[in-house]
């Protein structure tokens, strides 16, 4: 198993964050998660206890969403050293609607001061034009095999849509040792064999209506 990586056209970030809330019995700190595409291609990704005890899954999720953002940050920053320009504005999908209204919404209500710090934060990033947050059914959360355990089918499928899969590559003097010189593929054939061998996953587009 192992991540399989192609190459994209597409020069956009975008990023998934999730979070269980409270699912530790222990102590009743949430797990954060996120992971972090560039085109089709996964770059970063994490899955993180949270230091403090989250007191809504809005604000478990928020949290989520600010690790994420300043990740997404982070990886702009390098592509602009790099000279790379990124044709799309950055994106970072959340299945929490509050937690995606909280990231526009400019009042501070007294339940959320706590969170303050994190708010500024990745409201800033969405004024500045720099960063959008948007909402997506559970369903489609690719970060959800970060946070929390799942069903097995689920689990297999948001693995596939990550992009790990199973990479199995031929060793040459083997298979020229043990196959029948006159039944040898020619290279287009080689090529067109081989990238049907690798099981090509892509990330999940989510339309946004």
């Not at 797990?31 to 990704?45: A, E, H, K, L, R």
């Not at 982070?74 to 929490?96: A, T």
């Not at 209204?101 to 969170?115: D, E, G, Q, V, Y």
């Amino acid at each position: 198993m192992g991540l399989i990586m192609k190459t994209s056209k597409n020069l956009q970030i975008t990023g998934y964050a999730d979070s269980d809330w409270a699912n530790d019995p222990d102590d009743r700190r949430s797990t954060s998660g996120y992971c972090i595409f560039f085109g089709d291609n996964p770059v970063s990704w994490s899955s993180k206890k949270q230091t403090t005890v989250a007191r809504s899954s809005s604000e478990a999720e928020y949290r989520s969403v600010a690790n994420a953002t300043a990740e997404v940050m982070w990886i702009e920053s390098l592509l602009k050293e790099l000279q790379v320009k990124l044709n799309r504005k950055s994106i970072i999908w959340c299945d929490n609607l509050s937690t995606v209204h909280l990231t526009a919404n400019p009042i501070l209500h007294s339940r959320t001061k706590h969170m303050e710090l994190d708010m500024y934060f990745v409201r800033e990033q969405v004024n500045k034009g720099n960063l959008s947050v948007q909402h997506l059914p559970s369903t489609y959360q690719i970060a959800d095999t970060l946070t929390k355990p799942l069903s097995k089918l689920n689990f297999i499928r948001l693995r596939e849509k990550l992009g790990v899969g199973s990479c199995e590559i031929r060793s040459d003097e083997s298979s020229n040792s043990s196959e029948d010189p006159t039944q040898q593929l020619t290279k287009e054939e080689e090529q067109e064999e081989h990238q049907t061998s690798l099981a090509i996953f892509q990330p999940l587009k989510v339309t946004n209506q």
